[in-house]
């Protein structure tokens, strides 16, 4: 089923949850590698080369928000929060600070199972396609975008979203619609992870993310691209 | 109605009826101001007391000391007049009796003389005038052998005096008008005596003394009087002024402090000074102040404490509950393999786990609002639009019961200023709770706006309520029949969250119910965040038209009418398009 999109990285101070995870997601097919302290994630990290990431936020020796962006400053693969507090402040700061997705404890292990698939499915075969949003230039195949030529480091969910967004430029899109095209999730997922997301994407493509002409808002609706 | 003098005049008289009336209405507008100033300062009133009752004080004196001056002045005067008239008539008498010529000429000049002497006797000054009149034929108006001195007119005798001396041979006197040459009137004393001419019988002598100079005197006495009035009852006013105004500053300042006070400055002391009854109020307020401002810190404290303990609680077991949850559905996916007791431990495990984690969610909620903690994200949604995504999502439970789910949705946007999250999770409750007691019948939800208000209403004919139980209902862990409580699940906790949600958003949330007719709970929100509710577009108890009676269960005529009107089953999660409205014939 799974090869090589398999190897998950759980990081979770509490050892029967990590356990628990383990096996939980080794029935369903992954390969998951347990880390319980912060400090010791950038390490396992580089050993274990996951396809996703499973964080927790309260960890010992380093903080989750801060392990979230040691890993994304190195790399754009999937990171997706555990966390008990589900307060829109402690949430939109994870999100900022690189997760692609939340999950609040406790959670049903299905749900969890789910997401973590449909963050994996979405790194499959891109098919070759040019598009522009604004002075933007999108490369499908090569996952990459260029202002100028140079080119602006997105993560895969980032520039999924952007991509979905210039595929229709004359659309405007829902937040519920963005949801399910970007992310996966049919069904009533926490629009918070859209509004984060276009704001993360807003302050990495935009000239000037106060006043934005790549990706707009439609009040009252959603987002839809700018003008090219 | 009046003959009309024309077009015009209905319309003038329309204009001075209006006229009146703004007039009319502008008094009675100045006269409320007034009457709340007066009101309102303690010092007006004071102040206006004091004026008035010092006038009346002023009046009274200054009356009764000019009437003592006056009666002074002119009691001594007349007294020295009836002495001088009275010398003069008996001098005149002695003089006529010494004259014994008989000849009425003789007589007449005698008396002529007998006038002009007794003015002289008065000294150059003229001190005052003689009037002699006959008054042989008893009638006293005939002006026969009337002799007065420098040209005064003898109509200045009062007619009542010329009776009183006619008919006595005693002086008599009294107050009148002297009228001198060239229309010279003046206030004076006349008084009067008969004397006896030996030819010609009886005369009459009057005496005219002028007042003028009483007269002067009294006006200034008068004038001084009122002048010195006036200033004494304005002094008066000022100094009451001064010394309320010593008293009400005081007061006002107490007011002004009390009211910051009440406005969230809890430091606010007064000073205390000296030992007065100022002072001891200002004491006892800041004892009281500090007694307060101690026990409501003592409270948010105890507020912050009770909120850390709910949060750190709550995340200490979610931890451990996750773990248990994910051993539990290990165990659940995996029962088939299990002999059948261990098989029916693992789903009544899952089972009760869903519930345990649904109660955990809903007491936190709970400690939120109790420690005060609960925010309000506010955003601008559309009413029918969360109605629509939350009938979506409880379809498959009413599905279960084989109840439809009903939406009456106008038109006409309903929006408001809400938080999307807690009214969803309202909404979802009271539809749940009706399809749960709805007794397989269908369930209706509207929605209605107007300018200040959105309400939804959901509709059941279930079990309903009995009378008192649409208060009771939203209590914690109540429950209308407690047998049902261990079957169809629920914390017992979802109205009352449901209440505080509405509460957060300062609006209503209202249950009605009848034994055997079903229950209806309105939920009614402001449309602008921040305003409070006052009235609801939809009525409380339901409005029972004619198709309503007589439901007896499923399938019944008007299921079947409404069918149509149900929304369409949706298997992908995007919202709804299109805007149904009831489908009602």
């Known amino acids: 089923m799974c090869g090589m999109k398999g190897r998950v990285l759980i990081v979770d101070d509490d050892t029967a949850l990590a356990e628990m995870l383990g096996i939980v997601l080794r029935n369903e097919g992954f390969d998951p590698t347990v880390v319980t302290r912060g400090d010791e994630v950038l390490a396992a990290f580089h050993e274990v080369k996951p396809d996703l990431v499973l964080l927790d936020l309260m960890l010992p020796g380093k903080d989750g928000i801060d392990v979230c962006k040691e890993i994304r400053l190195e790399s754009g693969v999937p990171i997706v929060m555990l966390t008990a507090k589900s307060d829109t402040v402690d949430v939109v700061v994870g999100l900022e600070s690189g997760a692609d997705d939340y999950v609040v404890k406790p959670f049903k292990p299905k749900e969890l199972v789910a997401r973590v698939r449909a963050r994996l499915r979405r790194s499959d075969d891109p098919k070759p396609e040019s598009l522009s949003i604004g002075d933007l230039d999108i490369d499908i195949a090569g996952h990459a975008v260029r202002r100028d030529g140079e080119t602006i480091p997105l993560t895969p969910l980032e520039f999924d979203l952007l991509a979905c967004l210039a595929r229709r430029p004359w659309q405007v899109f829902t937040r519920e619609e963005l949801l399910e095209k970007v992310w996966g999730y049919r069904h009533a997922a926490d629009t918070r992870l859209v509004n984060v997301h276009v704001q993360r994407l807003r302050s990495k493509v935009e000239r000037d993310p106060e006043h934005p002409e790549i990706v707009v808002t439609v009040r009252g609706v959603g987002y839809k691209a700018g003008p090219a | ?585």
């Open chain 2, 1 to 585: 109605m009046s003959t009309g003098t024309g077009p015009e005049a209905p319309g003038l008289r329309w204009r001075l009826l209006g006229a009146l009336t703004a007039v009319g209405r502008s008094t009675v507008r100045v006269l409320g101001r007034v009457t709340a100033v007066w009101q309102r300062s303690i010092q007006l009133r004071v102040v206006t007391a004091t004026l008035a009752l010092s006038l009346a004080v002023v009046v009274l004196l200054g009356a009764s000391l000019l009437r003592q001056v006056a009666d002074g002045l002119l009691d001594s005067q007349r007294e020295a007049a009836v002495a001088d008239a009275t010398a003069g008539i008996n001098t005149a008498q002695l003089q006529l009796d010494a004259a014994d010529d008989a000849e009425p000429a003789a007589v007449g000049q005698l008396l002529t003389q007998l006038v002009q002497d007794l003015v002289n006797r008065a000294g150059p000054g003229g001190l005052y005038d003689v009037v002699l009149v006959g008054s042989d034929d008893g009638d006293p108006s005939a002006a026969r052998s009337t002799r007065v001195s420098r040209g005064v007119d003898p109509a200045s005798v009062p007619t009542a005096l010329r009776e009183a001396v006619v008919a006595e041979p005693r002086v008599f006197s009294t107050y009148t008008e002297i009228v001198y040459p060239d229309d010279d009137v003046r206030p004076g004393l006349a008084v009067g005596g008969q004397i006896a001419a030996p030819v010609g019988g009886l005369y009459e002598i009057y005496y005219l003394f002028p007042l003028t100079e009483q007269q002067q005197t009294l006006d200034l006495v008068r004038r001084a009087l009122a002048t010195a009035g006036l200033l004494l009852v304005l002094l008066l006013g000022a100094i009451a002024g001064l010394v309320t105004r010593q008293v009400v500053t005081p007061v006002r300042l107490a007011a002004r402090i009390a009211e910051r006070f009440a406005a969230g400055r809890l430091e606010e002391r007064m000073t205390v000074r000296g030992r007065d009854d100022f002072a001891r109020l200002a004491t006892s307020f800041n004892q009281m102040a500090g007694s307060l401002q101690r026990q409501i810190t003592q409270l948010e404290d105890l507020s912050r404490v009770q909120q850390r303990f709910a949060s750190d609680v709550s995340h200490e077991l979610r931890t451990p509950l996750t773990t248990v949850r994910m051993a539990a559905d290990v165990l659940h996916e995996a029962r088939a393999d299990f002999d059948p007791a261990v098989r029916r431990s693992a789903e009544l495990l899952q089972d009760q786990l869903d519930r345990f984690e649904a109660l955990l969610t809903d007491l936190l909620e709970i400690s939120r609002f109790d420690a005060g903690a609960a925010a309000l994200e506010t955003e601008t949604a559309d009413l029918r639009d969360i109605v629509l995504g939350v009938v979506e999502s409880a379809l498959p439970v009413a599905q279960r019961t084989g109840a439809g789910l009903l939406t009456d949705l106008p038109e006409t946007p309903c929006t408001a200023d809400v938080d999307t999250r807690r009214v969803e999770r309202v909404l979802r409750n009271l539809v749940v709770n009706a399809v749960e007691h709805g007794e397989g019948r269908d369930v209706r939800v509207s929605v209605r706006a107007d300018e200040d208000a959105v309400a939804v209403c959901v509709r059941d004919h279930g079990v309903g309520l009995k009378p008192g139980e649409s208060s009771l209902v939203f209590h914690r862990f109540w429950r209308a029949d407690p047998a049902r409580a261990r079957t169809t699940g629920g914390t017992g906790l979802g109205l009352s969250i449901a209440l505080e949600d509405t509460r957060l958003h300062g609006g209503w949330l209202q249950a009605w119910g009848e034994p055997g007719q079903g229950s209806q709970f309105r939920l009614t929100l402001p449309r602008r965040a921040g305003a409070e509710v006052t009235r609801s577009p939809l009525p409380l108890a339901p409005v029972r038209p004619a198709e309503d009676r007589g439901l007896t269960g499923v399938g019944g005529p008007y299921r079947r009418l409404a069918a149509s009107a149900e929304p369409p089953t949706r298997t992908d999660g995007a919202p709804a398009p299109a805007r149904p409205g009831v489908g009602r014939g």
